[in-house]
Every structure is written in C-alpha cells, then in structure tokens.
C-alpha cells in the first residue's frame, strides 16, 4: 500500500447486508430468527422467504414458523426443489410466473441444517453470492440458537416422541459432517420411538473417533444404558487413550451401574485421516461392511469380544488401509433381524443388495445412508419392531 494512502473502510451493499445478521445474531431470541430473515431478504430485492426444516424422520422439509416467514405445506425431500438442494447440498433455482423461486442448502461443518428459500425477479453473479452467504450465516444461527429454545424441535416434529427417542436425539451428534478428508453420516430408526441404538463420532485433529452402540432391551432402560455407554466413550475418548482402554472404561461404567445382566454391543472405531488406516474393536456388534468403488467388497471381519457391561477380555483391534473413497457401513442387527410381511429374516444379503444399488448412484453419504435406511425399511414391509440404525464413513484421502 502506498504511504499515506487511506483504504476505503466504507460500508458496501453487501457488508451492510451481512452485517445486518452479525450485528444482531449474540442477542437475538430465536423466534426473532424469521423477522432477522425476511428483513434482510427483503433488502436484496426478495420475497416469500421460507426456512425449512428436516423432520425427524429425514422425509420431508417443514417451514419454521415465525413472524413475516412465508407459511407452505412440508416439502417431500425425495420430490421437490427444495429436497434437492437439500439431498445435494447445491443451490436450486426454479423458474415460476412471477420470478424465480431460489433454494440454498443451510450447512454447518457439512451437516445439513435445513434449506433456506426466497423469490427474486431475477437472479445474477452477485445476488447468489450473497444469497450464499447469508444462508450460511443464517445455518449458523440456527446451529447456536437450537440449543436453548424448543422452537427448532418442535418445527421437526412430524409425530409424537417417546421419552426414550428424546433422550437419544439429545445424545447425537450432528447426523453428518462432511470434510475434505473424512466425512459421516448416520441415521436412526424409529425415529420418533428409538431407545437403544446410538452412535457418536469425533473429528480431533487427524484422528476420526466413531463408535456405533446397541443397548440391550426396549423403552427407558435400554435409552439409559445407552446414555451411560455414549457418556462413557466420550470421558474416555476425551482422556486420549488407546482403544482397549476405551472399550474397558465403558465396560466397566455398565457393569458397575447395571449389574451383569445387562450389556451394551458396540463397535469402537479410529480411522487416521492422513494415510486412511481404520482400527477398531468389535464387542458383540455385527461387523462392519466395506464398500469399495461403489460395491460391497468385504466384511471387517475381527475377532469379537464380548459386549460392553459382560466383563471381556482386553480385545483384539482389528486394522485395515482404506483406499480413497471407501466407505465403512456400521448397522444394528435390527436392521437385518427384522422379519418380512411373509416371516422371512430380512437378512444381511439383502442388505448387501439394497447398497450396492445406491452406491451406483454416486451420491455422498448423507444422501447415500438417508436413502439406504428409507429402502430397507420399504423393503421391510415398512415394519421396525426394532432399532434400526446407520453410520457410514467415508475415507476422501
């Protein structure tokens, strides 16, 4: 810079649109988030601006209430625009009589937070960039905001929830995240009435920590076990030990609240996302799939120790090198136990076949693990008497 020369620190159109939300996003309540939207939209030139949210279920986009936020039915995500952006995480525009209906994917850290939607006349270079990052601020927002009002839950209820369901979603972590080297995704199911089933991943440093658990038994017991298990793991995992150590700080922690009758299956996973070397502990749970350019090429198959609460042995750690792009399917054997309409065990070939035909798709593994939980249960007769969860991790190299 020259000396002397003054830079222009004067506020542009775009700035005094960004700054807008910065300015007032630490002391906004959340129901003030629709109003916050629609004024800073309607500065762009825009319209009719929705924020729609994912139900529990992952089957349709509903639109947040509030104050000068247009109203709408709940958008179906494997029909609509809007389930498009979502699905893809990509903007969607789409042509209507009186201009043209935007959609942009509201993300944080990869998760898909919602979508974010708004009609302009028209549309240019400069509008969608800063339609781009206002929904990304916007995903932001409703990120910090969640966690001290029930507005968002409420928003994503598509039915009644179970006392144990609520206990479970309040444990999860984001259900994907997406990076430039590792990215995962899960899903649960029932949604609205999953006990049992949980899974929890970490991102620290170079390291990835994943672990998929199946408390046994129905209703409140099985969610509590499986609340000590996850709060378990995490302590553990915090305090930066090996994975045996892991699986025997969780052992313990069951057993001494529980008593011996009661266990926890579980698969205890790190994955190096430098060089793409998974190791893990396999206590009880069925062993993981592998999913190699676009098929199903092998099962992780390790020696098994007993479940978590039953007093095992120091596990063996099963290692393998993944290569760019494999993916790890984790699932709960509620998944392939169920039984058909016809009384036949759903089993783990059909498994097997249903992802090997969305594999070919190509999508990424939110998208992928949403769409392989939504088939399998059609292909289940619509039935889950049982837990029937999801976790898929992508080594990106």
């Known amino acids: 810079m020259t000396p002397g020369r003054r830079v222009d620190r004067s506020e542009s159109f775009g700035e005094a649109l960004l700054g807008a939300i910065l300015d007032r996003a630490h002391e906004l309540p959340p129901h003030l988030l629709g109003p916050l939207v629609a004024d800073v939209v309607e500065r762009l030139g825009g319209r009719r601006p929705q924020v729609l949210l994912q139900d529990y279920g992952q089957l349709t986009l509903v639109p947040l209430p509030g104050e000068r936020l247009a109203e709408g039915e709940p958008e179906v995500i494997d029909d609509s625009g809007a389930g498009r952006c979502f699905l893809d995480a990509v903007p969607v525009e789409l042509p209507e009589d009186?201009?043209?209906r935007v959609h942009l994917p509201l993300l944080d850290g990869g998760d898909q937070v919602g979508v974010m939607a708004v009609t302009l006349d028209s549309l240019d270079d400069d509008d969608r960039r800063l339609l781009q990052r206002i929904s990304g601020l916007v995903a932001d927002l409703l990120v910090t905001k969640h966690g001290y009002s029930d507005l968002f839950f409420r928003a994503r209820r598509g039915e009644p929830m179970s006392v144990a369901a609520e206990i479970q979603w309040s444990l999860l972590p984001p259900l994907a995240m997406i990076m430039p080297r590792?990215?995962?995704?899960?899903?649960?199911?029932p949604a609205y009435d999953v006990a049992g089933d949980s899974f929890d991943y970490a991102l620290n440093g170079d390291v990835l920590h994943v672990v998929m658990i199946d408390a046994m038994g129905h209703g409140?017991?099985?969610?509590?076990?499986?609340?000590?298990?996850?709060?378990?793991?995490?302590?553990?995992?915090?305090?930066d030990i090996g994975l045996s150590e892991i699986y025997d700080f969780m052992d313990r922690a069951v057993s001494e609240q529980f008593g011996p009758d009661?266990?926890?299956?579980a698969q205890i996973m790190q994955l190096d996302a430098t060089t793409g070397r998974v190791r893990w502990v396999?206590?009880?749970?069925?062993?993981?799939?592998?999913?190699?350019?676009?098929?199903?090429?092998?099962?992780?198959?390790?020696?098994?120790t007993l479940p978590v609460g039953l007093g095992g042995p120091e596990p063996r750690i099963g290692e393998?090198?993944?290569?760019?792009?494999?993916?790890?399917?984790?699932?709960?054997?509620?998944?392939?136990?169920?039984?058909?309409?016809?009384?036949?065990?759903?089993?783990?070939?059909?498994?097997?076949?249903?992802v090997n035909q969305l594999e070919r798709t190509g999508r990424g593994v939110r998208a992928v693990t949403r769409s392989l939980s939504h088939t399998l249960k059609r292909a289940r007769g619509g039935h889950t008497t049982d837990d029937a969860t999801l976790l898929m991790v992508e080594w990106c190299g």
Do not use: W
């Open 262 to 265: 009661h266990f926890v299956t």
């Open 220 to 239: 409140l017991d099985a969610a509590t076990m499986a609340a000590v298990a996850i709060g378990a793991y995490r302590h553990a995992r915090r305090a």
């Open 98 to 100: 009186d201009g043209v």
């Open 320 to 354: 393998l090198g993944l290569e760019r792009g494999d993916r790890v399917l984790c699932f709960t054997d509620g998944l392939i136990e169920e039984r058909k309409s016809d009384g036949e065990v759903f089993g783990e070939d059909q498994l097997i076949n249903c």
């Open 282 to 304: 396999n206590a009880g749970h069925p062993p993981p799939i592998l999913v190699r350019n676009h098929r199903v090429a092998d099962r992780l198959d390790a020696p098994t």
């Open 182 to 189: 590792v990215a995962v995704a899960g899903i649960l199911e």
